[in-house]
């Protein structure tokens, strides 16, 4: 089970943009890391060109670059601080079937995420 996903609020821990915190916008699961928003921001060079309809295209934007997941926090939604993760078992009823389901949580408050 992943510690952090998609919508999550994470705060980063190290490098040039250290204690920014920002939403989760996408998990890459192959090179662990994630894009956050407003974190990690480069800007990419794009060749001009034009749209079927005669528009210009390209130019200089700003976009998020992804983030090392060994260099963010989750976020602890009571204190707002940077906590680490836990996971534990609990008991699910859904149509009378009972499932052991791992639920994470965060380590200092114990609460739910």
């Given amino acids: ?5 998609k919508g999550d609020l ?6 040039r943009d250290r204690g920014k915190q920002g939403r989760v916008l996408e998990v890459i699961k192959a090179s662990d890391r994630l894009i956050v928003e407003s974190v990690q921001r480069v800007t990419k060079h794009n060749k001009i060109g034009q749209s079927a309809r005669g528009g210009k295209t390209g130019g ?3 976009i998020e ?7 963010v926090m989750l ?5 707002k601080k940077p906590t ?3 996971h534990r078992e ?11 389901v ?9 609460k739910e995420l």
């Fill in 1 to 5: 089970m992943a510690k952090i996903k």
């Fill in 10 to 15: 994470v705060q980063v821990i190290s490098g």
């Fill in 60 to 62: 200089i934007e700003t």
């Fill in 65 to 71: 670059a992804p983030i090392h997941v060994s260099n």
């Fill in 75 to 79: 976020v602890d939604p009571v204190t």
């Fill in 84 to 86: 680490r993760v836990g």
């Fill in 90 to 100: 609990e008991t699910v009823e859904r149509d009378g079937r009972t499932r052991v």
């Fill in 102 to 110: 791992r639920v994470r949580y965060a380590k200092k408050s114990g």
